[in-house]
């Protein structure tokens, strides 16, 4: 099955400066990699995703990069803010429409700094 | 309502009992899943549902736990004669499952249970 890995566990990085959360999978079939965020006492949101067909997806301060090749993807943070401080959660499924098979990370505890 | 709504939101519980947690979905989501957050921990699958599929429960961790979804819609989950290592928060999330963007999961705020 797939086996999703990711690191740092904990990043602590001053406001304003960038974050960057990176994972690697194992399953070459993976197709698609959301990117879920998990405020302290709240349920998890997806913030971002990409598909295998495109190797750079970004929605204002939030881009992800995929290199099928390596078989790893990164969340880039630009410009931190104290709101972005959260837990992070990476991805990865055969997708095809249903989320059965979405293997997560472990997750990143972000700090963001003042 | 307009999310993935769980009940209880807490639950503490004696070594032993079983407990049942239950988990409302998002109407019109035919794909349903359950997932179990130890502290400081990922998100660990357990159960998913689609539609009137057979539900894929390759996650669960032993045959004290189980679930049903009755009618397309309503979860529960139940854990049989509790013990200690099960005290994490259950995490609902559904989704449109086999569509066009259908990956996208909506969860819901959680149950932490406690076994003392």
């Known amino acids: 099955g797939e086996n999703v890995e990711q690191h740092p566990s904990t990043l602590s990085v001053q406001e304003g400066d960038s974050a960057v959360i990176k994972c690697t999978y194992s399953?070459?079939?993976?197709?698609?990699f959301p990117w879920y965020k998990q405020e302290l006492g709240k349920r998890p949101q997806l913030i971002i995703d990409?598909?295998?067909?495109?190797g750079e997806k970004k929605d204002q301060r939030i881009a992800v990069t995929l290199n099928k090749t390596a078989k790893h993807f990164s969340l880039h943070i630009t410009e931190t803010q104290p709101e972005d401080s959260a837990v992070y959660f990476c991805?990865?499924?055969?997708?095809?429409?249903?989320?059965?098979?979405?293997?997560f990370g472990k997750g990143t505890h972000l700090i963001i700094q003042p | 309502g307009a999310g993935v709504s769980q009940s209880p939101s807490n639950k503490v519980t004696e070594k032993g009992k079983d407990v049942e947690l239950r988990c409302d979905p998002i109407?019109?989501?035919?794909?349903l899943y359950w997932y179990r957050q130890s502290l400081g921990q990922g998100l660990e699958f357990l159960i998913y549902?689609?539609?009137?599929?057979?539900?894929?429960k390759s996650g669960l961790p032993s045959d004290r736990f189980s679930a049903e979804r009755t009618g397309g819609s309503v979860s529960t989950l139940t854990i049989q004669r509790t013990q200690q290592e099960d005290s994490a928060v259950y995490l609902c999330?559904?989704?449109?499952?086999?569509?066009?963007?259908?990956?996208?999961?909506?969860f819901g705020s959680g149950t932490q249970l406690s076994v003392l």
């Open positions: 999330a559904s989704s449109l499952g086999l569509t066009s963007g259908g990956e996208k999961l909506f």
């Open positions: 399953d070459s079939a993976s197709n698609y």
């Open positions: 990409i598909r295998s067909n495109v």
């Open positions: 991805a990865a499924s055969i997708g095809g429409g249903g989320a059965d098979g979405l293997t």
């Open positions: 109407s019109g989501h035919t794909a």
């Open positions: 549902f689609q539609g009137n599929s057979a539900p894929d």
